[in-house]
């Protein structure tokens, strides 16, 4: 079973702010949640990690409600720059205890 | 310095063929992966290397095997190549503060295509 859960595909302009949420129903009790940002020919790169709450850095903000059943990352006034592929993450292993694979992500397109 | 470095960027090869793509990190963490990513962009662990233990996924075939001369490498060695093995292979490196919060440094990958 996919530990997480979010959209294909996401388009908006720039200067918006871009909220992408992330699904993960059986998050345990252990588990981080974890988002990487992946450029065309290039490694995924580390955006921001949170537990609960709220959690923010210099390039984006991580929602996550008290359930922990889900997460939005925030993307504040984003630019043409900011189109890459969004992943989710949450802990180290599946359902099925095995070592985690990425998702599909999600792919941001911002527009001018 | 790059923190994460892997070579060749660009592999073409015949199948059949056996080849190595080579992964080094400067970070001093302490444990390396292998992941392949295919044409759906989804990302897939191939393997773990944590000093001595080695954790590997499933559905890795055999012809996959990672070596590790010291704990700053971790190179991949692929026998038999055949066109399905055609993707991006990316290297990645963690210290394992603790279970549950990892966060991966990745290198910039390399481009294996089968003929």
């Known amino acids: 079973l996919a530990k997480t859960t979010q959209p294909i595909s996401m388009d908006s302009y720039e200067g918006q702010e871009v909220n992408i949420t992330c699904s993960h129903n059986n998050i345990a009790t252990n588990d981080y949640i974890t988002w990487y940002q992946q450029f065309p020919s290039q490694g995924p790169r580390f955006i921001i990690q949170?537990?609960?709450t709220k959690v923010t850095n210099e390039v984006a903000s991580l929602f996550i409600p008290a359930d922990r059943k889900s997460s939005t990352l925030s993307l504040p006034r984003v630019s043409l720059s900011d189109t890459a592929v969004y992943y989710c993450l949450v802990g180290d292993v599946d359902n099925a205890g095995n070592m985690l694979t990425f998702g599909g992500g999600t792919r941001l397109m911002v527009k001018p | 310095d790059t923190a994460v470095s892997q070579t060749p960027k660009y592999l073409v090869t015949q199948m059949g063929n056996d080849k190595s793509i080579k992964c080094e990190q400067n970070l001093g963490h302490d444990t390396m992966y292998w992941y392949k990513q295919d044409s759906k962009k989804f990302l897939k662990i191939m393997f773990s290397?944590?000093?001595?233990?080695?954790?590997i996924n499933e559905t890795v075939p055999n012809r996959f095997s990672p070596k590790s001369p010291d704990k700053a490498h971790l190179n991949l060695h692929i026998n038999s190549l055949e066109l399905g093995d055609s993707a991006v292979y990316f290297c990645a490196s963690s210290h394992r503060a603790s279970l549950g919060a990892n966060v991966l440094t990745f290198g910039a990958g390399s481009r294996l295509t089968v003929l």
């Open positions: 290397y944590n000093n001595k233990e080695l954790i």
């Open positions: 949170g537990y609960k």
